[in-house]
């Protein structure tokens, strides 16, 4: 099955009782059984709910997996792959990724024993060099959070299978329409479905994805004992933004594109970070492992002033300045301010997240639209 087909299709059945296309909304707590132990599969929705779970087939699904996993948000997906590792465990992740996984990292699992390193990861001797007895985790975020760095996930398996660790990559910005990291290797799949899964701004929810039947029945043994599930309304919210996931991605990508080319020409630009760009550092490895380059973008000023980065966000009347991506409608953040207030100035700056770095979300809104409002921003 192509994946516009699974999108729309799998997880999906008619509703046995009624005939209704769409998946029910069981917006139950518990369930009626006929004897102790003896039900139609369902006990208490915390372990299983019937709208959460046609959402979870419908995941795993898309990204080519066996066993999908919904959780509150995605931050609670993360926490679970972290409750896997037990105390004086090591993690080796990017030094470029959402400020929100560095402060679940540093803040919260550092508290009870476990490391964490971060390295530029497109240098596999980078990585390597950080790989000891101790190191149990691999974590990859490609494209980066917000730089759009580029990081091989099939030398990353590679390099994670030969030292017996296990490798989970968040795919929150390409989705599973763009990049299929199980199939290039990884063990986990994760994704803030909060973003292009759902893809309308009205939903909070998070996800694992994984092929392994054993990792699966210890993600699940968490998922249930933690409790940090979604709802069924909001399983069914994602689960109707992924029928579109397809066509969306594509305007995203489309929309993308024409907005990175045009502020690479914009005199008061210094640097536009978007894979899809020749001159992109790893635009070849985006090019092996990504279907397209999707709608997320930054780009910095020749006057790296946060005033100056102010001033542009400011005077956006299209792109609205929020929090979170991937909706259809486009919209802008500060990062250094806002996503990744938490990581320190100094490694920020290492990284690249500079004073005046503008993320875009690039929405599906026309084009021409979009290009007149960045015109009159950049030059107000």
């Not at 190191?135 to 980066?144: A, D, F, S």
């Not at 990062?335 to 290492?350: D, F, G, L, V, Y």
Request: hydrophobic share 40%; glycine share 8%; charged share 20%.
């Amino acid at each position: 099955m192509k994946f516009s087909t699974k999108a729309i299709h799998a997880g999906c059945e008619a509703d046995s009782a009624t005939g209704a296309i769409m998946t029910p909304i069981y917006q139950t707590s518990t369930y009626i059984q006929e004897s102790p132990g003896v039900h139609k599969g369902f006990e208490y929705s915390r372990t299983q709910n019937p709208t959460r779970m046609a959402l979870e087939q419908n995941l795993a699904a898309i990204e080519n997996g066996t066993h999908g996993f919904c959780f509150g948000s995605g931050m609670a997906a993360i926490d679970c792959v972290i409750k896997l590792l037990s105390p004086g465990d090591e993690v080796i992740s990017t030094n470029d990724l959402y400020g929100g996984s560095y402060r679940i990292f540093t803040k919260i699992f550092a508290q009870y024993g476990i490391k964490f390193h971060f390295v530029g990861m497109e240098s596999l001797e980078a990585v390597s060099a950080k790989i000891n007895a101790n190191t149990k985790l691999i974590w990859v975020e490609t494209p980066t959070n917000p730089t759009l760095k580029i990081i091989d996930i099939k030398a990353m398996s590679a390099l994670a299978k030969a030292n017996s660790l296990m490798l989970a990559v968040d795919n929150t910005f390409a989705t599973s329409y763009l990049q299929n990291p199980l199939d290039l290797g990884a063990d986990i799949v994760m994704h803030s479905a909060t973003k292009y899964l759902g893809g309308h701004s009205d939903v909070v929810l998070g996800a694992l994805v994984v092929k392994d039947a054993d990792l699966a029945e210890r993600i699940a043994f968490i998922q249930n004992s933690s409790g940090g599930v979604c709802g069924p309304f909001d399983s069914w919210l994602v689960l109707r933004g992924i029928k579109t996931l397809a066509v969306r991605m594509k305007a995203h990508s489309e929309n993308g594109s024409r907005i990175a080319r045009f502020l690479k020409e914009h005199p008061l630009v210094n640097n536009v970070y978007w894979p899809g760009l020749s001159d992109h550092p790893n635009h070849d490895i985006a090019c092996s492992q990504m279907n397209d380059f999707g709608g997320m973008l930054s780009f910095d000023l020749k006057e790296d002033s946060q005033d100056k980065a102010f001033s542009i966000l400011s005077a956006f009347k299209l792109f609205s300045l929020a929090e979170s991506l991937g909706g259809v409608e486009s919209l802008c953040g500060h990062p250094a301010s806002m996503t990744h207030a938490a990581i320190p100035r100094e490694e920020r700056i290492q990284s690249g997240v500079t004073d005046s770095l503008i993320r875009l979300s690039v929405g599906i809104e026309d084009v021409e639209d979009l290009l007149a409002d960045l015109e009159q921003a950049l030059n107000a």
